[in-house]
Structures are given as structure tokens and as C-alpha cells.
């Protein structure tokens, strides 16, 4: 079953589910492409199926990340980009013509979820869409047992980043990888609610979020199952909440960890790549691991257990490929000759023996030039190999 | 000490400590009864929460520690505000700029800035220069706290900041918040950058010229190649932190 549908893919010249392939299979590609990548310049998609083995590539592979920024390319406007996946899609087509890059992940704003669990959305012309927090879907603790699980068929914005998977992924083919984006269920519970009176709830009625948790994952799964259906190799699950920026570890293992690990499976089953990514202060690693067992983890700080980045490649490095962490206000403020300089401090840290991707520890800044994303593009390319 | 043994100074520095709301209860119930001055509940608060603030520094710990804390401490200060004299540290505006809804990072600094000593005159969010400049104006006050957690608002915030030095010059600003920095904070014209509610101290006196009770020293150790950032507390070394 799983070889058919590896010959399908190939047959349709499409990605294969790279999960489906055996490891020792993709270990010897890896091994064959860090060889080739000695002499020749490997495509982005090698280089980054490359690096997620463990194995060196040719150069460190990039993630700028630049997505809602890109808009100003094709003079999209932020709504159109929030709710078209046609315009969203050739902004990110755009971002990767424009500025370079080896890997996208398709994240349009963090209310595509909630916005179909009925959240009430504001779609400001100048900056990312967010939750009309003054209208949240869940008003008060006994609004958690409220709520249901969607047939994905009669979502809206999920649909539209369904169908921009789709676009993406036969757009990038076999040139660059592509992963769809999921915002974990307390992610989504949270836009739904307002932030500070849900990290609350989840201290003091934890069953409750509990019951909601259900019901949003139900959803959750079938909206990573249909990405992953559209040919994308890999989908990124964000779990903010693993992080000293939210909740105890134990809380969120408590309340998430069973969920999360849900969803990753069934990204898993279908052959995809996980991804996870957090933007946290002191992100719990382990806990992540161990619930989720992620290919990749994009961070902008280092975890919880790690106090310098020689430790987290040490401690993490061999588990998990680290996408990250140039730090968003550098990118703001940055020259790009400083920004270059802190890519080489961290490609020097973490790039060896594989296992690194270069990004910004966050989406790169809508509002700011490009000068940033091009420094890391260049970064990558004189000190990544 | 068991909560038999507290007296209610005890029990409201704990609750909040702790993030206890029976003792919180338990301590404004003697207040109710007059076995406890508004003075010494306040006092009592505060030690509670800086308690949760130095732990912090020295330890960091999940934001909702900090945030359940600060909850309960707005609980008592309710309570006896009204039977308190005006605050000596001074007025801080503060809220969140426009273009931005997230204002939980605000309200927890808010919260610690009351517990500092300071009188909080909270704008809320998504809140346009204009009505920083009349909220400072009607208020006299002499300080303006920013956040943002999204760098999409960071020209609205640079925006409201030189307004504010061109109106008011005397009014110091600080601000806060996920896309800033030091650097980025001084160069869109702050007077002072505070990292998060447990480095606030520090960053106020610093504004206020006041002979700081707190310093921090931070370097780059090239060797290591990490920033290293210790914290100076009360004459003790109370956290080493070292971050990349």
C-alpha cells in the first residue's frame, strides 16, 4: 500500500510521503546527495531532505519565512492574502522567486482555525488578521463544552489553506519543500477566548479545556489529513503553549500533549513530515519530543533546559533538525551586515553534521524591507557549507 | 508556617506568593474587620508578588505563574484602594499601541508596576497616540509604558513616541514587548527597554534617575559565543542567566 503509493506520487512526478520510504533508503539518498553536494549544487529540495537525515548538504539550506510580507511583491493586500489561497499562493510563489529560500511553510495568520469554530475576525489592511476580541466565541467556562467538531467539507479559511496547499505543492514540485500549518488545539482555543483569561481556564478548569481540546482536535486531524492529501511532504503543528511564554510543562503535557500527539500521528500515517513550531520563551523541548516526536523544530529562543546554543545542538541535536532562531528584532533593526553576522555565529553553532536550517525564529516581519530576508539567503550561501 | 500561624500581613503576602485566593480572602476578611491597616495590605501584597517576581529571575518560570499572581494582587488593591493615599513613586500611562489586541504582556507589567509603588492608569489596547497624549495630559503623569507583541504596529509605536517627546519632553518612555530589543528600543526613541515584568524594576529606576536597587550586567562571552546576563537583586546575585 504504502509503495503504491510511493510509485503514484513518482508516476504523477509529485513528492512521495518521505515517511513512506525506508529509512535506510533515505539515509543512503542523504548520504548520495551530502556526496553530490561536494561537487555540485543540490536543489532545494535535496538539500533540505538532506539536512532533516542528519546529513550534510552542499550548504546549509534557508527558510526566510517571508510570507505576509511578500504580499508587496504582487501588491496584494493583506486581506486578499488572508482569504485568497490563489493570491496567497502567489505570494509565497513569489517569496521564493524573489528572495530565495529552500523550504515554505504555508501559515497565513494564526485565526484560519478559529475563524471557522465561529470566531468573529478582523481584517486590518496594513497587518495580520486576528480574532475581534471583543466578540470572543468563548464567553465564559461553561462555552468550552459548547463546542463541536466541523466537517472540514464546510470550513471556510481552513478550505482556502487546503486549496493553497494544493497550488503550492504542485506549484514547487520537486524544487522546494513545502509544509502545510496547523495551530494546536489550545493555539486555537485561545484566539477563541482572549489569551489571559484562557491561561486561566486552563490552570483552573482544566477538564473543561479539556473537553473542548476534543472536539477542536477532531477537526484539527482531519484538516492535517487533508493537507497532507493535497501532496504537501510536511505539515508544521504550532504549540505556543509548550513554552515558559504560557503554561508549566506539566500543565501542558497534561492538557496538549495527548492531542498534539494526535495530530502528529496522523500527519505521520499519511507519510508526511512534522514539524513543530514554537516562538516561546524557554520552549519545553523534551516534552514536545516526546509527545509529538517532530522531524523539525523551529524556535525563536532556546528551550528551557538549554542555556547556550552549543548545548541545545549537544543535548537536541542529534533528535530533532533545528530550524531557526535569527532573532525578530535584528531583523527590524538590523543592518544587513549584522544579520549576516549572526547567521554565521549560528551556522557555525548548529550547522554541523546536518540537522540545521537557517530562519528567522518567527514569521519574518510583514512591514519591514527585504534587506533582512536577503542577508540570510546570503548567509546561507558564503558560511553554510 | 501553617496558615493557623499567619497573621493576615502574612496571609495576603502569602496568597499572592502562592497564588492562593482563600488566604487572599482570608487577609481582606481582617481587613474588613480593621485588624490591618490599607497600608499594610498593600505593603503585604506587594512583598507577595515580588516574591513571584524575584523567583522568576531567579528560576523562569511559565508566564501564567507570574500572571495568576499579579490577579490576586489586583484583587486586594481594589479592596483598599480607595483608603490609600496617592502613590509617591509617581503616574505611568500605560497601554497597548494601536494596530495591536495582545495585551496580556501589558496587563501583567501593569500589574507589576502597581506593586512597584507606581499609579497605573491603564489605556487597555489597540490605543492610538492621540489618546496617549490627552491620557497623559488629564493625568499629569510623568511616565509612558508601550507594548507591542507584533512588529506589523512598530511604526504606530515609534509614531507615538516621537509625539510624545515633541509634546511632552518631559514624559520618559518605556516600552516592551516580543519584536523589541534594547537596540530597537532606543532606536525608535525609548528611554528605557524592559525584556519582561520580571526586569521592569531596573528599567523604571532607570527612567525615574533613581539609584537603581537592581543591576544588571550583560556581555558577550566571544569565547562561548553567548550573551551572559546576571542580575544584581538586594545586594545578592540572584540570577545568572545566559542566553544566546
Not at chain 2, 152 to 181: F, Q, S, Y
Request: proline letters at 6%.
Amino acid at each position: 500500500m504504502r509503495f503504491q503509493k510511493i510509485f503514484r506520487s513518482l508516476k504523477d512526478r509529485r513528492i512521495p510521503p518521505v515517511g513512506f520510504i525506508p529509512e535506510p533508503l533515505q539515509d543512503l539518498a542523504a548520504r548520495l546527495a551530502g556526496y553530490r553536494g561536494r561537487i555540485s549544487r543540490l536543489s532545494s529540495l535535496e538539500r533540505v531532505l538532506t539536512t532533516i537525515r542528519h546529513k550534510e548538504p552542499d550548504r546549509v539550506p534557508v527558510a526566510p519565512l517571508v510570507n505576509a510580507g511578500a504580499r508587496c511583491i504582487n501588491g496584494v493586500t493583506f486581506p486578499e492574502y488572508s482569504r485568497s489561497a490563489e493570491k496567497a499562493a502567489d505570494v509565497f510563489t513569489s517569496s521564493v522567486e524573489f528572495i530565495g529560500g529552500d523550504l515554505i511553510v504555508l501559515m497565513l495568520d494564526l485565526s484560519v482555525e478559529a475563524a471557522d469554530f465561529g470566531q468573529q475576525m478582523i481584517y486590518p489592511e496594513n497587518s495580520t488578521a486576528h480574532p475581534d476580541y471583543t466578540r470572543p466565541t468563548i464567553r465564559d467556562v461553561d462555552d468550552y463544552a459548547k463546542l463541536r467538531p466541523i466537517p472540514i467539507s464546510e470550513t471556510g479559511r481552513m478550505n482556502t489553506l487546503i486549496r493553497l496547499c494544493h497550488i503550492m505543492a504542485g506549484r514547487m514540485g520537486w524544487k522546494t519543500l513545502v509544509s502545510g500549518f496547523v495551530y494546536g488545539p489550545l493555539g486555537v482555543l485561545s484566539m477563541m477566548r482572549g489569551a489571559q483569561l484562557f491561561f486561566k481556564d486552563c490552570m483552573q478548569y482544566p477538564k473543561q479545556v479539556m473537553k473542548a481540546c476534543e472536539a477542536v482536535t477532531e477537526t484539527l486531524v482531519a484538516f492535517a489529513e487533508a493537507q497532507c492529501d493535497t501532496g504537501v511532504p510536511a505539515v508544521t503543528i504550532d504549540t505556543l503553549y509548550a513554552s515558559h511564554s504560557a503554561l508549566p510543562k506539566q500543565v501542558w503535557e497534561a492538557i496538549e500533549g495527548p492531542f498534539a500527539r494526535e495530530i502528529s500521528n496522523c500527519i505521520r500515517k499519511k507519510g508526511g513530515l512534522v514539524g513543530i513550531h514554537n516562538c516561546g520563551h524557554g520552549i519545553y523541548f523534551d516534552a514536545q519530543i516526546n509527545w509529538m516526536a517532530p522531524h523539525v523544530i523551529s524556535f525563536a529562543h532556546l528551550p528551557d533546559d538549554c542555556a547556550t546554543p552549543r548545548e541545545l545542538k549537544r543535548r537536541y541535536g542529534d533528535a530533532v533538525t533545528l530550524v531557526g532562531y535569527v532573532p525578530t528584532p535584528l531583523l527590524v533593526h538590523g543592518t544587513p551586515r549584522q544579520v549576516m553576522d549572526e547567521c554565521r555565529r549560528q551556522i557555525d553553532v548548529l550547522g554541523r553534521d546536518g540537522g540545521f536550517i537557517l530562519a528567522p525564529g518567527c514569521e519574518y516581519p510583514p512591514n519591514i524591507s527585504f534587506n533582512s530576508a536577503f542577508a540570510l539567503v546570503k548567509a546561507a550561501e558564503l558560511y553554510g557549507h | 508556617m501553617t496558615s493557623e500561624d499567619m497573621n493576615p500581613s502574612n496571609e495576603l503576602e502569602t496568597a499572592v506568593a502562592d497564588r492562593n485566593s482563600d488566604l487572599l480572602q482570608k487577609g481582606l476578611e481582617a481587613f474588613d474587620r480593621g485588624e490591618i491597616s490599607p497600608e499594610e495590605v498593600l505593603a503585604a501584597l506587594i512583598r507577595g508578588l515580588q516574591t513571584v517576581r524575584k523567583r522568576m529571575a531567579a528560576v523562569a518560570g511559565p508566564v501564567v505563574e507570574l500572571l495568576l499572581s499579579v490577579d490576586l494582587m489586583n484583587q486586594g488593591l481594589e479592596k483598599v484602594k480607595a483608603s490609600l493615599p496617592p502613590s509617591p513613586k509617581g503616574r505611568v500611562v500605560i497601554g497597548v499601541v494601536k494596530g495591536d489586541v495582545h495585551d496580556l504582556g501589558k496587563n501583567i507589567v501593569a500589574g507589576v508596576m502597581a506593586a512597584c509603588g507606581f499609579d497605573v492608569v491603564d489605556l487597555g489596547l489597540d490605543v492610538a497616540t492621540d489618546e496617549f497624549i490627552a491620557a497623559l495630559k488629564r493625568t499629569d503623569a510623568g511616565v509612558l509604558a508601550l507594548s507591542t507583541m507584533m512588529s506589523t504596529p512598530l511604526e504606530n509605536m515609534r509614531e507615538t513616541i516621537a509625539v510624545c517627546h515633541r509634546e511632552m519632553p518631559h514624559v520618559k518612555i518605556i516600552v516592551g514587548g516580543a519584536p523589541l530589543d534594547a537596540k530597537l528600543a532606543e532606536s525608535i526613541g525609548a528611554d528605557a527597554y524592559a525584556e519582561s515584568a520580571v526586569f521592569l524594576l531596573p528599567a523604571m529606576e532607570k527612567i525615574a534617575g533613581e539609584q537603581p536597587s537592581a543591576r544588571i550586567d550583560a556581555y558577550t562571552d566571544y569565547e562561548r559565543k553567548v550573551k551572559v546576563v546576571t542580575v544584581h537583586e538586594d545586594g545578592e546575585k540572584s540570577r545568572k542567566g545566559v542566553d544566546a
